[in-house]
């Protein structure tokens, strides 16, 4: 296990900013990870665990100790006649994970398909799309406290998950290394086409689902055609959380702006972000190396050479705006570093 210094991090990161870690280390098997708690440079630095880099914006060089997250390794833990647990380790890409799920006709994470990033970071961000987030379908989670060295597993109900977060994101951030995560799935049929954009997509093209396998090849397409690619454009993918509100809020609402969209969810009633910051219009706006997707208003772009200061300025800019017009706070996803 090696040890790198002023480590160029332009790469890992969905955004293709140009950072520097003070120290980086690769973490390729869990040996390695009980060996990283005993270095001094581990202990002595800030911490940053890094997955696939896809919901971090660095603002700056990270005076600390970066850990990549590339422990490897999908298997079935168990199998019944309705069911299956799958354990996969923490750097295992997600859209792999789907992959080995669908193609062997398991139901669950059909959904989840092409959402960036590696298995260690879902429960983290308790990551969600069209209808589906990892908490439906999350056994536990395998993870290390780092100050002990002490391997822990967290329930489902340990993780304290809620939208777009959880306890590793909340109480104990910055305190645990995701090592595995176990996920239950399905063997017999449990399609979630409720979500309206995947039900529209299917109707439209006329096609009738006959496996997991055909939501996970309709959500890719969707996606496909909605997201830049990051290796193209960089991008941290949905850059803002949708916004909750209660129905008396609504109302209010509704009467300014009659086509306001909504959907129920939990006694309250969600408004996506994107349809606000359209109304703004943000949508296509571009301001220097930076800007608004054209297909999807939810998404800050860097055109080639932008600073995370720029983004972040840029996305402050979105936020006031959605303010001052709806008096809606707009929350990112995106964790700035």
């Not at 996920?183 to 299917?202: A, G, W």
Request: contains cysteine.
């Amino acid at each position: 296990m090696e040890i790198l210094k002023n480590y160029d991090l332009t790469k890992l990161n969905t955004f293709g900013i140009h950072a520097k870690a003070l120290y980086f280390i690769e973490l390729k098997n869990e040996l390695e990870l009980q060996e990283l708690f005993k270095i001094p440079e581990f202990k002595k630095n800030e911490k940053l665990f890094l997955g696939g880099g896809s919901n971090i914006l660095f603002i700056k060089d990270f005076y600390g100790i970066v850990v990549s997250n590339r422990l490897k390794g999908i298997e079935v833990l168990k199998e019944t006649e309705d069911f299956v647990l799958i354990k996969s380790m923490g750097g295992e890409w997600w859209n792999d994970l789907v992959n080995f799920s669908v193609d062997r006709g398991y139901w669950g994470i059909e959904n989840l398909s092409l959402v960036p990033g590696t298995v260690g970071a879902t429960p983290v961000q308790n990551i969600g799309a069209y209808g589906v987030e990892i908490k439906d379908v999350l056994e536990n989670v395998e993870a290390y406290e780092i100050n002990t060295g002490e391997k822990k597993v967290f329930s489902n109900k340990e993780c304290k998950f809620g939208y777009r977060d959880s306890v590793f994101k909340g109480e104990l951030k910055g305190q645990y290394f995701i090592s595995a995560v176990v996920v239950k799935l399905y063997k017999k049929e449990s399609k979630n086409i409720r979500y309206k954009t995947l039900q529209e997509y299917l109707e439209k093209n006329n096609i009738e689902v006959t496996g997991p396998k055909t939501i996970s090849d309709a959500v890719t397409e969707i996606r496909k055609s909605k997201l830049p690619d990051p290796k193209i454009l960089g991008n941290a993918g949905s850059f803002f959380k949708n916004v909750y509100v209660d129905q008396e809020k609504f109302e209010r609402l509704k009467k300014e702006f009659p086509d306001v969209p909504s959907f129920n969810e939990d006694n309250l009633i969600k408004i996506p972000s994107g349809w606000l910051i359209e109304n703004c219009g943000w949508k296509g706006k571009r301001l220097g190396k930076v800007g608004i997707h054209e297909r999807q208003a939810l998404v800050l772009v860097n055109y080639g050479g932008a600073t995370g200061e720029e983004v972040k300025n840029l996305a402050f800019q979105v936020i006031d705006s959605v303010y001052q017009k709806f008096g809606l706070k707009l929350v990112p996803e995106v964790n700035f570093i």
